[in-house]
C-alpha cells in the first residue's frame, strides 16, 4: 500500500504543478542548498560579542521563569545543589546525566546523587547544556548513551548545567556546532530547545508552571567572564 | 469528526446566546491579540522574517516532490520507517497496524491537528486501543467529549467551572472526589492523573509542526512537554503529518520558528521546541525503540499548484482566528469542523465541498486583519471572494441570495437608479427611526435587528456628500482627510 501511495501522491504533486519530475540541473541545485544551508535573517540583538550575548541569555531566560545562577568554578556544583534543594524544601537526592560524573557535582555530602535515567519517582534531575541562544534566554539540549532525554522533562524540578562559553547568539550557532560534532545532515536522537519552566494556559488563559515538564528550571552557569573553548562537544 | 459546517446559521445563533462562550472568547481577544502585537513590536526584524517565511514555503510548495522524498530517505536511513497515505482511511488504518504491532492497548498523543483531520480517536478506541489525550486542552475536550474550538487552544471556550465540573466528574475513578477551585490545582491533578498514562502507554503520537528535510527530523513546538513524555517514554514514537509541513533545512526551520510563536501566543519560543530524528540510537539511554512518521495527502497534492495553493503555507499558529471579529463572535465550533476562524473558511471548502460549508466564506467581514496578521501573507480574504464566487456561479447559493445579489448587480450598474434609490432609501431609514435615530425592526433583516438596532444614517449618502463638497471647494478634496 505505501509504496503505491507514495507513487500516486508524488505524481498528483508533478500533475498539479504542471511538470514531470524535476529535471537534473534543478535536483543538483536543490542539493546544493541542503548540502551547504545557508542561515537566513538573524535578527541583530543575536550578533555581539561574547559578554553581551551572556548577559542577554541570563536576561531573557530569567523573563520566561527560568533562575540562573552564576559560579565562577565547577568545584562548586555540588555547594549549588546543596542549597538548591535545601532552598525549596526538597528531599537530599537527585538524579544526574551521566555526562555530569566528575563534573563537580558529587562535591557534597548532603546530597545522595545517582547517575543514571530518571525515574517517576525522581523530584531533582540535573543535565549538561550543549548550548544555549542568547537571543531568547534557550537552552539546547541534546540526548545520547550519557544524557537520558527524560531528563528535561520527568523530574518535577530541572537543573541545567551549562558552561558560559557554550552561549551562542541565534537557533543557527546551534545547528552550526551540531554539525560540527555530528557530521552533516546528521542530528542526536532527541535535540531539546526549552525556554523556561513547563507552562500551560489552557485554562481561561491563566499561565500555570508546571504542567507535565518540570515547574522549576534552575539553569546554573558555569564561568568567570572568561571565554574558554574546550566544551566543544 | 462529523461536519455541521451546513448549520453553520444555527451554531452561530446558538453560539451568541451562550454566556460562558461570550466570557471565553472575551479572552481570546484579549490575550492573543496583545500579546501578539507586544512580541511583534519588540522585534526589528519581524516583518522582514514574515517575507523569509513565506518565501521559503514558496520555495518548498515548489519543490514539494523532491523535498519529500528527500525527507523520507533520511527518516528510513536512520531507522525510522515513512508511511505515505492518500486519505485519511488509510492513514487511520496504518497507525492501527502500527499500535497492533507492538500490542499496544493504550497510547498516549500530543496535540495534532492532522489527527482531528483523520479523526484519529473514535477509530482507535472503536478497535481497541484506548487514546490518551495528554496537551492539557485537548484533555479537557477528550473528558467534555467535543471536537476542539481553537487551533493552538483547544479548549478556549471551557470556563475554570467547567473544567473544574469535568474533573471531578472524571477523576472519581483516580479517587479524586473534591473539586477543585484554581487553575493551578486543576493542572496539577491532571498532570498527576496523566503520568501513569504516560508511563503505561505503549504507543506515543505527536503530529509535527516541521519535517526537516537536510536531516530527516520531525519538530514539535509546545508549551506544556507533554508531546515530549508522549514520545520519550514508549515502545514505539508515531508521527502524523500532512505532506506540506516539509521544510529544506535546519535553518529555514530557525526562521520560521520566529514568527510562529510571536503569532501563535506572543512568546519569542514556545516552552519546548523539540527535534526528533528516527529511534532511539545504539546505546541511546533513553527514547522510542521505534519510530514511524505517517504523512498525510488527504487531497493536498492537488491543492499544491491550484489558486487556492497559498493555504499550504500555513502553519496553524491561530494569529487569524484570534483577530477575526466573526470568531471572536461566534468561537470554533460553530464553524462546525476541524479547523475554525478565517484559515478554517478558507480551508474547510476544500476538504468537504462547497455544498456543505457554503456559509463559511461569508462568515467574513471581509475587514482583512487575518491577513494582515498571518505570518505567511496567505492572502485569506482573496480565498473567501474567490469561494463565495464560486458558490455564486455554481449555483449552490439559496435562489434568495443569489436573486438578492443579482438585483443589487442590476442597481449598482446603473448610477442614476442606484443615486435614486438610496435616496428614497435613507429618507425612509430616517423617517421610521424616529426621535432615537435607530430601527428596532426591518423587514428581511430580522438576523441583524433581532439582537440590536440598526442605526439611522446621519446625513446624505456619499456621493452627495462629495458633489456638495466638490461644488464648495474645487478640487481641494483630495487630502484634507
Known sequence: ?233 | MQPTSHDFTANAHKALQDENLRKALKRVEAGFTTARARAAAALPEFEALRDQARDIKNHVLENLDFYLERFAARVEEQGGRVHWCATPAEARETILALCRSVDARTVTKGKSMIAEEIALNPFLAENGVEPIETDLGEYIIQLADEPPSHIIGPAVHKTQDQVADLFLEHHRRYGKNKRLEEAEDLVAEAREVLRDKYLAADVGITGANFLVAETGSTVIVTNEGNGDLTQLLPKMHIVVASLEKVVPTLEDTATILRVLARSATGQEMSVYTTFSTGPRRQGDADGPPRFHVVLLDNGRSELVGSDKGELLRCIRCGACMNHCPVYQAVGGHAYGWVYPGPIGAALDPYFLGLEETRHLPNASTFCGRCEEVCPMRIPLPRILRHWRERAFSHHIAPPAERWGVKLWAALAARPALYRAFTRVALWALRLFSGRKGALRRLPFLGGWTDGRDLPAPAGPGFIDQWRARQKRGGTSGEHDG
Open chain 1, 1 to 233: 500500500m505505501s509504496t503505491d501511495a507514495k507513487t500516486l501522491i508524488l505524481q498528483r504533486i508533478r500533475r498539479s504543478m504542471g511538470r514531470g519530475p524535476l529535471p537534473e540541473e534543478a535536483k543538483l541545485s536543490l542539493q546544493r542548498r541542503l548540502a551547504d544551508p545557508r542561515p537566513n535573517l538573524i535578527p541583530a540583538r543575536a550578533r555581539a560579542d561574547h559578554g553581551a550575548l551572556v548577559r542577554l541569555f541570563i536576561e531573557k531566560a530569567e523573563a520566561v521563569g527560568a533562575t540562573v545562577e552564576r559560579i565562577g568554578d565547577s568545584d562548586r556544583l555540588g555547594a549549588c545543589l546543596a542549597d538548591f534543594l535545601k532552598r525549596h524544601n526538597l528531599p537530599g537526592h537527585a538524579v544526574a546525566a551521566p555526562a555530569l560524573q566528575g563534573s563537580g557535582l558529587e562535591n557534597t555530602e548532603l546530597v545522595t546523587l545517582r547517575f543514571g535515567v530518571p525515574e517517576a519517582s525522581d523530584q531533582t534531575g540535573i543535565a549538561p547544556a550543549f548550548r544555549a541562544i542568547a537571543e531568547t534566554g534557550t537552552l539546547a539540549m541534546i540526548s545520547g548513551p550519557d544524557i537520558p532525554a527524560t531528563m528535561n522533562f520527568l523530574p518535577d524540578n530541572h537543573i541545567a548545567i551549562l558552561h558560559e562559553a557554550d552561549i551562542v547568539g541565534a537557533m543557527e550557532d546551534v545547528f552550526a556546532a551540531l554539525r560540527k560534532k555530528y557530521g552533516s545532515a546528521t542530528m542526536p536522537r532527541t535535540l531539546n530547545f526549552i525556554s523556561g519552566p513547563s507552562r500551560t494556559a489552557d485554562i481561561e488563559q491563566k499561565i500555570v508552571e508546571g504542567a507535565h515538564g518540570p515547574r522549576r528550571l534552575h539553569i546554573v552557569l558555569i564561568g568567570n567572564g572568561q571565554k574558554n573553548a574546550e566544551t566543544d562537544g
